[in-house]
């Protein structure tokens, strides 16, 4: 067993010790979603004041409004009754160091993890690789804050989205902790009456 295994289910074995939280209810208590980032430094439940049950929290690299991040909103507001979404990027955010092309070349030359020095990044390993890399959109970031605004734009515009319910677009600082609003993609993504 790896020690990061052990360790999880250590862990777990003293979470459910004491669980008291197996009757909440499937819907979110606080009828709202986050689309966020997976970097292990952003904490939704601390930065949104959540507890379990409050909202639902989707995350992708980059906190980007995929085919699937929308899929998940459209089942959170449809089937289970959220109300708001939250749109949250963040400073720091490794989808700003590299292109759609070079992870597809990275891709092409080797499957092993890269590595990044001031150059850039690097593969570290010996192929094969593969050319598969091409066919996915990588949902780079050039521009934090356009990306947020693309984002709220793109989930906006989207058919299965109803007008009614209200998009926030904010980038959560690495540094403070603070979430700071991008004014432009909340007035996007404003709800019609």
Same mark, same amino acid.
């Not at 862990?11 to 009828?31: E, S, T, V």
């Given at each position: ?12 074995? /003293? $979470? /459910?010790? &004491? +669980? ?5 209810? #499937?819907?979110?208590?606080?009828? +709202?979603?986050?689309?966020?980032? #997976? ?7 601390? $930065? ?5 049950? !409050?909202?639902?929290? @989707? ?8 085919? &699937? ?7 959170? $507001? ?7 979404? +939250? ?10 160091? +590299?292109? &759609? ?5 990275? %891709? ?8 990044? !020095? ?16 091409? $066919?996915? !959109?990588? %949902?780079? @970031?050039? !521009? ?6 693309? &984002? ?18 904010? @980038? ?15 007035? @996007? ?5």
């Amino acid at each position: 067993m790896s020690q990061t295994l052990e360790e999880v289910l250590n862990a777990n074995a /003293a $979470y /459910a010790a &004491d +669980f008291d939280k197996g009757n909440l209810p #499937m819907p979110p208590g606080r009828h +709202f979603a986050i689309l966020t980032c #997976m970097d292990a430094r952003l904490d939704p439940a601390k $930065y949104a004041g959540l507890a379990e049950g !409050d909202a639902h929290v @989707i995350r992708n690299a980059g906190g980007r409004a995929s085919d &699937d991040a929308i899929r998940s909103l459209v089942i959170s $507001y449809k089937l289970l009754g959220t109300r708001e979404w +939250f749109v949250v990027h963040h400073t720091d955010c490794g989808m700003e160091t +590299f292109t &759609d092309e070079m992870m597809r070349g990275l %891709l092409a030359s080797s499957l092993k993890t890269a590595s990044v !020095d001031a150059s850039g990044w690097h593969d570290s390993g010996e192929g094969p690789g593969s050319s598969e890399g091409n $066919y996915v !959109d990588w %949902l780079t @970031i050039k !521009d934090n804050a356009q990306s947020v605004v693309e &984002d709220v734009q793109r989930i906006r515009r989207h058919p299965l989205v109803p007008g009614d319910i209200p998009i926030y677009g904010y @980038i959560y600082d690495v540094r403070t902790g603070k979430l700071v609003e991008v004014p432009e993609a909340t007035r @996007i993504g404003a709800a019609s009456a």
